[in-house]
């Protein structure tokens, strides 16, 4: 009931810049999180940065001063600007979006997550 769709990854060099989209569709009443987590190969997958409806961050440490989180609530839509690229940031990219339903009469929670984007760091 709730689709997301992300955009923006691709291959950059360090020191380059990226900007991911991800745009919430379907039947929301209400968002309540927005975020972004990123999966290396052999790695579990980590937080990278969050924004709550309220407007509060958080960040991972390895990328506080680097990225930046932002929300467009109109459109649905969490956007990740990423500045001074690592190696190390090279991931697939995902984001997630957890809110309140309205379907058939009633409300419920949900979280989903979008189809990952590829972000490769290389010279």
């Known amino acids: 009931q709730v689709q997301l769709v992300e955009s923006g990854g691709g291959l950059v060099q360090p020191g380059g810049s990226l900007r991911l989209s991800c745009a919430a569709s379907g039947s929301i009443s209400s968002i309540n999180g927005m975020g972004w987590y990123r999966q290396a190969p052999g790695k579990q997958r980590e937080l990278v940065a969050a924004?709550?409806?309220?407007?509060?961050?958080n960040y991972a440490d390895s990328v506080k001063g680097r990225f930046t989180i932002s929300r467009d609530n109109a459109k649905n839509t969490v956007y990740l600007q990423m500045n001074s690229l690592k190696p190390e940031d090279t991931a697939v990219y995902y984001c997630?979006?957890?809110?309140?339903?309205?379907?058939?009469?009633?409300?419920?929670?949900?979280?989903?997550w979008g189809q990952g984007t590829q972000v490769t760091v290389s010279s």
């Open positions: 997630n979006v957890d809110g309140t339903l309205y379907l058939n009469g009633s409300w419920s929670p949900f979280s989903s």
């Open positions: 924004k709550t409806s309220g407007g509060s961050t």
